[in-house]
C-alpha cells in the first residue's frame, strides 16, 4: 500500500507541477496582451491629442502658450520612447516629425537655425524639458540643407539622412 501511496503522490505532484506550469504560461501571455494593449491605448491618445490641438501648428509659431504647450507633450512623448513604451517604428514616425520643429544643437550651437521654430531656443523653452535638448544635441554632423529639402529628386537621400539623424537622436534618448 506504501509502494501506491508514493505513486498517486508522485503523480499529484507532477500533476500539479503541470497545472502550475500552464497557469504561469496564460499569465505570461496575458501579461504581454496587457502590455501591448498599454501601448497600443499610449499611441492612440498622443495620436488624438496631436491632432486635437496640433494638427497644423504653424512650425514658426510665437504664440508662447502654444509652443510650450506642445514642447509639454512633445516630452511626453519622449518620455514614451525612452522607456520603450511604444514600438520603435512609431517612436521613429514621432521623431521625424519632430525635427521639423525643434532646434537642433551640437555644442549649444543650433544647427538647423534656418527650419526649426527659432523662438523655442531663443526663449529658452527647453529649459524645463531638458529631455528634449539632451536628445536633440548631436555628436555628428548631418547636411540640414537635405535634412529639410523640398526637391523631389532628392527624396531617396533625404529620408537616409533623417534617418540617420534619428537614429542618433533615438539612442541619446535611450542613453539619457
Known amino acids: 500500500m506504501t509502494e501506491n501511496l508514493k505513486i498517486w503522490l508522485e503523480i499529484g505532484s507532477n500533476f500539479i507541477t503541470i497545472i502550475a506550469f500552464i497557469v504561469i504560461l496564460f499569465t ?30 504653424n512650425i514658426q509659431s510665437t504664440d508662447l502658450y502654444e509652443l510650450k504647450s506642445y514642447l509639454d507633450f512633445v516630452n511626453e512623448e519622449m518620455f514614451y520612447i ?5 514600438a520603435e517604428k512609431v517612436a521613429i514616425e514621432w ?7 525643434l532646434p537642433i544643437f551640437k555644442d549649444d550651437i543650433v544647427l538647423n537655425d534656418n527650419y526649426c ?34 526637391n523631389i529628386d532628392n527624396y531617396e537621400d533625404k529620408k537616409k539622412i533623417r534617418e540617420k539623424l534619428i537614429k542618433e537622436v ?7
Open 117 to 150: 521654430n527659432k523662438v523655442i531656443y531663443k526663449k529658452e523653452l527647453l529649459n524645463p524639458n531638458p529631455r528634449i535638448k539632451r536628445a536633440f544635441t548631436l555628436n555628428r554632423e548631418y547636411n540640414f540643407t537635405l535634412v529639410y529639402s523640398q
Open 82 to 86: 525612452e522607456n520603450e513604451y511604444i
Open 170 to 176: 533615438l539612442k541619446n534618448l535611450r542613453k539619457l
Open 28 to 57: 505570461y501571455k496575458a501579461l504581454i496582451i496587457s502590455k501591448k494593449q498599454l501601448n497600443l491605448e499610449t499611441i492612440t491618445r498622443c495620436i488624438d491629442y496631436y491632432r486635437n490641438h496640433f494638427l497644423g501648428i
Open 95 to 101: 521623431l521625424d516629425g519632430m525635427i521639423d520643429v
